[in-house]
């Protein structure tokens, strides 16, 4: 019933979207790192107009699915002068998406360092900028791991969606094989593993980083 | 430059694919709770087996993609000549996504109720669905609403994809009027707007439903 001549056959292919999957992840992992810190320490500002808008931001981008914002800014960009090619549609969706989730995850460290630690900091003369630099930072940096990976493992598999604005990712290079080959089980279950697998190393690593940071 | 009249007559038909979506979710979402449940005990239960299956079951759901999950679903069982229709892969889909989390969600909350509280029952000599009735369950839906209302939006978001099985949910219909009005950009921003109205609703409702349910200090 399974042909492990096709497994054999169609492994190859689906390995290459595979790294075209981890390479944008982690590209727009990347950027939204820096998106969601900047948005994140702008949000501390005591300036109400900018607050306001990065709210706004923020909630708008998690309250909607992530296919609709990559039609928007594929289908949509067009209408308006902006014609990203499918990878870049891709790659800044991504980043606006993931960058404000991290954005709040960001917000909740800072929040979570106790206010004792800044008036001391304050008292003991330290610049505004040098408390975000060495006492904030520090700590808010070991306080979200665990929601900043389960954020990335979340993105990973969000990136699946990719594959419907034809960026040839990973699930994308799976249902042409499908649509090629007319071979359905085979290569429906490789993705599968593929996906299972990165998920999978990803949450077991960060599991170490986090014993090694609870320990340190 | 954006012209939404030609969106705006379209808006009756939105509503109804928002409506789709909302039963879509409602129903994936309860099956989810149900299934999740069973899940939980079989993951806090004795018997080795069950445990396994619960920590596989979680494991599988929340490692796949749901498009990869309603994919499978929907293509693999037609190869064994065993149709399903897209409805029934979008149920079937959506729910065993939301159960895998909603079980570790229900975990985490059982792992917050002091093991005093089960003692004591027993001591009362309350049978064990007793205590899971009038004891557990009560504590576990309330430290898990905050929870389980992020997962209630994560639902809704993600039965956009139910769109790709071709669903008639909110996108699909959306995607039906783009190739009708040649309005990509104001379509989808509506659409957005829809999402955006029913994922607020939902976070609304989940945080008046703890602040009603937080016992207040007397």
Redesign the interface.
């Known amino acids: 019933?399974i042909d492990l001549v096709a497994i054999v056959e169609y492994a190859p292919a689906i390995g290459r979207g595979l790294l075209v999957t981890i390479e944008i992840c982690t590209v727009s992992l990347f950027l939204g790192l820096l998106l969601g810190l900047a948005v994140a320490l702008l949000g501390r500002l005591p300036w109400p107009p900018l607050r306001w808008l990065i709210r706004t931001y923020v909630?708008?981008w998690?309250?909607?699915?992530?296919?609709?914002?990559l039609?928007?800014l594929y289908?949509?960009?067009?209408?308006?002068g902006f014609l990203p090619s499918a990878y870049q549609a891709g790659v800044l969706g991504m980043t606006l998406y993931t960058g404000a989730y991290l954005a709040e995850i960001f917000r909740a460290g800072f929040e979570a360092v106790p206010p004792g630690q800044i008036e001391a900091a304050r008292m003991l003369g330290f610049t505004k900028l040098k408390i975000v630099r060495h006492i904030e930072l520090p700590q808010m940096l070991a306080l979200i791991v665990p929601p900043a990976t389960n954020q990335m493992i979340s993105i990973i598999?969000?990136?699946?969606?990719l594959?419907?604005i034809t960026v040839p990712e990973v699930?994308f290079t799976t249902?042409r094989i499908?649509s090629e080959t007319f071979a359905?089980?085979e290569p429906?279950l490789l993705?599968?593993l593929a996906?299972?697998c990165v998920?999978?190393a990803v949450?077991c690593g960060s599991r170490r980083i986090e014993r090694k940071l609870v320990r340190a | 430059?954006?012209d939404f009249s030609a969106v705006i007559a379209q808006l009756p038909r939105m509503a109804a694919g928002a409506q789709t979506t909302i039963w879509i979710s409602a129903a994936a979402l309860l099956c989810g709770a149900a299934l999740g449940l069973l899940m939980c005990a079989a993951r806090l239960s004795r018997n080795p087996f069950l445990r396994v299956l619960a920590a596989a079951f979680v494991?599988?759901f929340?490692?796949?993609?749901?498009?990869?999950v309603l994919?499978?679903l929907f293509?693999?069982p037609?190869?064994?000549g065993i149709e399903t229709t897209p409805l029934t892969a979008a149920l079937l889909g959506l729910t065993l996504n939301t159960a895998g989390y909603q079980t570790e969600i229900y975990r985490a909350g059982f792992l917050t109720i002091p093991p005093g509280h089960t003692e004591a029952a027993r001591m009362l000599g309350f049978s064990r669905l007793q205590i899971a009735r009038h004891i557990l369950l009560p504590q576990i839906f309330r430290v898990t609403i905050p929870a389980l209302t992020n997962e209630a939006?994560d639902v809704v978001?993600?039965s956009?994809?139910l769109?790709?099985i071709a669903v008639t949910e909110l996108?699909r219909i959306?995607?039906q009027i783009?190739s009708s009005t040649y309005?990509?950009?104001?379509t989808?921003?509506v659409?957005?707007a829809f999402?955006?109205l029913m994922?607020?609703a939902v976070s609304w409702l989940g945080r008046s439903l703890a602040r009603h349910l937080t016992p207040r200090p007397a």
């Open positions: 019933m909630e708008i998690r309250g909607t699915p992530l296919l609709l914002q039609f928007i289908y949509g960009g067009p209408s308006i598999k969000e990136s699946a969606v594959s419907v699930t249902t499908v359905v089980v429906y993705l599968g996906y299972w998920t999978t949450a | 430059m954006l494991s599988l929340r490692g796949l993609p749901l498009l990869v994919l499978i293509y693999v037609s190869s064994f939006v978001k993600s956009g994809l769109s790709i996108l959306s995607q783009v309005r990509p950009l104001e989808y921003l659409c957005g999402y955006f994922s607020t």
